[in-house]
């Protein structure tokens, strides 16, 4: 696949096989995802791994969704993404370590995709069951979770806004639709 498939192909995917996956194709995912851009190459993620059953389980359950509970159940992995606020900048309001943890997730998903895996982000959950079952230390954050596994079904695309209606050119102009020299 080259960049532009893996991009589309992706999909988030609620439903996971049981089947395993090589321990060294999880680690290359993750590896990926260490190479993402960061506020000042300060890179304040973390990854935790989780293939433990009884520690899946509980993520998938703090995130207080059923399929998102089935999926942590039945993917093989749960990757957790955290961070050292510490370790990243805040600039005009905005805390840039989710945006690191965001270009690092991003990172992991599209190589679990060209590695014929699925993911779903996960973004909404009880933070704090999380960094129990996990014993992640208080000043870090948990951002986002996902499982990796193989996929049930072909997966469904959902929708996206059309480009004309987000893309503007020069100017904050929605009817600006064509680039000017
Ligand atoms: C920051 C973030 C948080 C998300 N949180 C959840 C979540 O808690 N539960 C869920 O089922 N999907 C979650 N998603 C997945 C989105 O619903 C999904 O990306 C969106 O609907 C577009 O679908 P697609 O990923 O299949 O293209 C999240 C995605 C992002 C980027």
């Known amino acids: 696949m080259n960049i532009y498939d893996t991009i589309n192909n992706r999909v988030s995917i609620r439903a996971y096989k049981k089947d395993k996956i090589?321990?060294?194709i999880v680690k290359k995912v993750v590896e990926a995802a260490c190479t993402a851009p960061s506020w000042g190459n300060k890179q304040c993620w973390r990854f935790i791994i989780v293939n433990s059953r009884v520690e899946k389980n509980l993520i998938g359950k703090a995130a207080g969704q059923p399929l998102i509970a089935q999926a942590c159940m039945d993917a093989p992995y749960v990757i957790v993404v955290c961070a050292n606020?510490?370790?990243s900048g805040v600039k005009n309001g905005i805390e840039y370590y989710t945006f690191d943890?965001?270009?690092a997730m991003e990172n992991l998903v599209l190589s679990a995709t060209e590695e014929g895996l699925s993911t779903c982000i996960v973004g909404w959950f009880d933070e704090?069951?999380?960094?129990?079952v996990l014993n992640i230390p208080e000043n870090i954050r948990v951002v986002a979770f996902t499982p990796l596994g193989y996929a049930c079904d072909v997966p469904k695309h959902s929708t996206r806004k059309k480009p004309e209606q987000i893309i503007y050119y020069n100017t904050w102009d929605k009817n600006s639709h064509e680039e000017k020299q």
């Open 22 to 24: 090589d321990l060294e």
């Open 85 to 87: 606020p510490k370790e």
């Open 101 to 103: 943890c965001a270009l």
């Open 128 to 132: 704090k069951v999380v960094k129990g």
